[in-house]
T-cell receptor, first 114, second 109 residues
């Protein structure tokens, strides 16, 4: 039982390049989330999904796109990276849909945009 | 807007007790969660309060007062491994977590 895994762990991009971050979970969770965390700050929700084939915008969605083609996978795309997107990206999953909503996090992807 | 306020840093001595406060303002509210994050690591769940009162889990306890929009995390018998950042997070009406900026707990021997 691997929990939540993220690929890659580190990445350096040049401004304007694109990339996709992959998140996978083996807990059969319905809900999945993408967050970003900047130094000295809490997590901010980028996009989330309440089930296979669904996605929704979070607090800071601009510049990102997501897809949830399979229940266990949630992809985060950056079409044209900008230095402001330098951050640590965390994926999380939960059973969702109830007031008790413990989220399980992946190890994070550290992204630098030059 | 939605926001959670918590102190940026708290210092305590090994073996002591420390309390980390959190006040929240959200559109709809289901409950308050607490997460721990070590440097370079991922957040891990500590506790959740949906109702007023104290929840105890080993050395950690969490309290909620819905009427005051306030909660706290209490850590007892502090150990050096408790040095980390602690985040409160409120669940809003969309079942989304709104996070505070985190409290860095520094423990001195």
């Amino acid at each position: 039982n691997a929990g939540v895994t993220q690929t890659p762990k580190f990445r350096v991009l040049k401004t304007g390049q694109s990339m996709t971050l992959l998140c996978a979970q083996d807990m059969n969770h319905e809900y999945m989330y993408w967050y970003r965390q900047d130094p000295g700050m809490g997590l901010r929700l980028i996009h989330y999904s309440v089930g296979e084939g669904t996605t929704a915008k979070g607090e800071v969605p601009d510049g990102y796109n997501v897809s949830r083609l399979k229940k266990q996978n949630f992809l985060l795309g950056l079409e044209s990276a900008a230095p402001s997107q330098t951050s640590v990206y965390f994926c999380a999953s939960s059973t969702g849909g109830s007031s008790y909503n413990e989220q399980f996090f992946g190890p994070g992807t550290r992204l630098t945009v030059l | 807007g939605q926001s959670l306020e918590q102190p940026s840093e708290v210092t305590a001595v090994e073996g002591a007790i420390v309390q980390i406060n959190c006040t929240y303002q959200t559109s709809g509210f289901y409950g308050l969660s607490w997460y721990q994050q070590h440097d370079g690591g991922a957040p891990t769940f500590l506790s959740y309060n949906a109702l007023d009162g104290l929840e105890e889990t080993g050395r950690f306890s969490s309290f909620l007062s819905r009427s005051d929009s306030y909660g706290y995390l209490l850590l007892q018998e502090l150990q050096m491994k408790d040095s980390a950042s602690y985040f409160c997070a409120a669940m809003d009406s969309n079942y989304q977590l709104i996070w505070g900026a985190g409290t860095k707990l520094i423990i001195k021997p």
